[in-house]
Each structure stands twice: as structure tokens, then as C-alpha cells.
């Protein structure tokens, strides 16, 4: 199956600083890719729709001034996490849509610990 | 009600055994099915991928898939203790750009 990077894979940061984490399609050209959050133990919450050349789409509930999705080109899409706080802890995956098939493929997560 | 049931587990079985996980589903518009596995700490792997009602086999992994129930299934059979893991059903229904609605998981166990 296609392949999509995360990077980084885990990074611990202090209170209020912000975070950046790429995900990238390595072998095909993504115009569509998704992020997700993933709390312990639970399944896979979307956060936003990030698409490329245009703003993303957040889900509700979701605040697009902290979790900053930039789709800069049909290979990577950034999530900013800005002004990190402890509870913003969590393991956030992105995912890309490979073609007209629809079939998605997800990165190996990047595991945010905010102290 | 979520779009998208899935007994949680854990569901532990003997190696070898025949692993049998289920979703079902409320939205009619559905007609694509993926399943996942996801290891702990991992990010989800697609495991199968069908499109409307009907079978797919791809070796020791069969998934089913009922329109007319709303019944989503996965089969795998000659279990390994390597296949313990979360098991993710999602759907969703059109092509490329269309938000995945996934089940809760559930979490498989196989002893040696």
C-alpha cells in the first residue's frame, strides 16, 4: 500500500510553546489528507480536513486557532499545535487519500506529551 | 447512537482459532468499508478495503459486507499471536476527500 510519513514520532514540549508535525505522502500525491486525534483506549476522533491550496475544514468542536493545518503542497500538510497545554497530550494521526479509489492511508502518529 | 457500532472487547482467543469481529451501521449512504489494524502506539494499517455488499478475501483475512443489515464483518482465520491488536471498522460514503466514520475498536487477544 501507498505510504505516509509522520514526523516527529514523539516530542515533549513545555507549556505553551507550539509544535509543528508534517505528514507527508511518500509515493503518491494526496489533495485530500486528515488529521486525527487519539485519546488511550479510544478510537480515532477527526479533527479537520485539510485540503490542498485552500483552508481546512475543522470539525465541530475543534479550535482551528490552536490546531493550525497548513496544506502547502499535494506531498505534506503541517498541524501546528500552538500554545500547547497538558491537555492538548495525545497521539495525532493524519491520514491521505490515495486516487479516486478512496482508500486511506494513515501515517504512524506523532505522540504529543505536553508537560 | 454513533454511525458506527463496535463491541469493544477484548475478544481473546486460542492461536489458530478463527477471529470473528462485526460492526454495524446507521447510515444508508455508506458504500465504502474499510478495516484496520492497529497496533499499540501505532499508527491504523488498512487491512481490507470493499466497496458495497459482498465478499473479499485477501489470505487469512476475509471481510463481509450486508447493505441490506447495515452488518459489517471481519473473519481471520489461523489466528497468530501477532495478529493481537485493535481492530478498526470505518465507512464512508463516497470517494476520495469523504470524512471516515470509524467504530469504536476492538481489541483482539491471541494466545499461544
Known amino acids: 500500500g501507498a505510504v505516509v510519513s509522520q514526523h516527529p514520532s514523539w516530542v515533549i514540549c513545555k507549556s505553551g510553546t507550539s509544535v509543528k508535525i508534517e505528514c507527508r505522502s511518500l509515493?503518491?500525491?494526496?489533495?485530500?489528507m486528515f488529521w486525527y486525534r487519539q485519546f488511550p483506549k479510544q478510537s480515532l476522533m477527526l479533527m479537520a480536513t485539510s485540503n490542498e491550496g485552500s483552508k481546512a475544514t475543522y470539525e465541530q468542536g475543534v479550535e482551528k486557532d490552536k490546531f493550525l493545518i497548513n496544506h502547502a503542497s499535494l506531498t505534506l500538510s503541517t498541524l501546528t499545535v500552538t500554545s500547547a497545554h497538558p491537555e492538548d497530550s495525545s497521539f495525532y494521526i493524519c491520514s491521505a487519500a490515495q486516487g479516486n479509489s478512496g482508500e486511506l492511508f494513515f501515517g504512524e502518529g506523532s505522540r504529543l506529551t505536553v508537560l | 447512537q454513533k454511525e458506527v457500532e463496535q463491541d469493544p472487547g477484548p475478544l481473546s482467543v486460542p492461536e489458530g482459532a478463527i477471529v470473528s469481529l462485526n460492526c454495524t451501521y446507521s447510515?444508508?449512504?455508506?458504500?465504502?468499508f474499510m478495516w484496520y489494524r492497529q497496533y499499540s502506539r501505532k499508527g491504523p494499517e488498512l487491512l481490507m478495503y470493499t466497496y458495497s455488499s459482498g465478499n473479499k478475501e485477501d489470505g487469512r483475512f476475509t471481510a463481509q459486507v450486508d447493505k441490506s443489515s447495515k452488518y459489517i464483518s471481519l473473519f481471520i482465520r489461523d489466528s497468530q499471536p501477532s495478529d493481537s491488536a485493535t481492530y478498526l471498522c470505518a465507512s464512508y460514503p463516497g470517494a476520495a476527500g469523504n470524512k471516515l466514520t470509524f467504530g469504536g475498536g476492538t481489541r483482539v487477544l491471541v494466545k499461544p
Open positions: 509515493d503518491f500525491q494526496a489533495t485530500t
Open positions: 447510515n444508508s449512504a455508506f458504500q465504502y
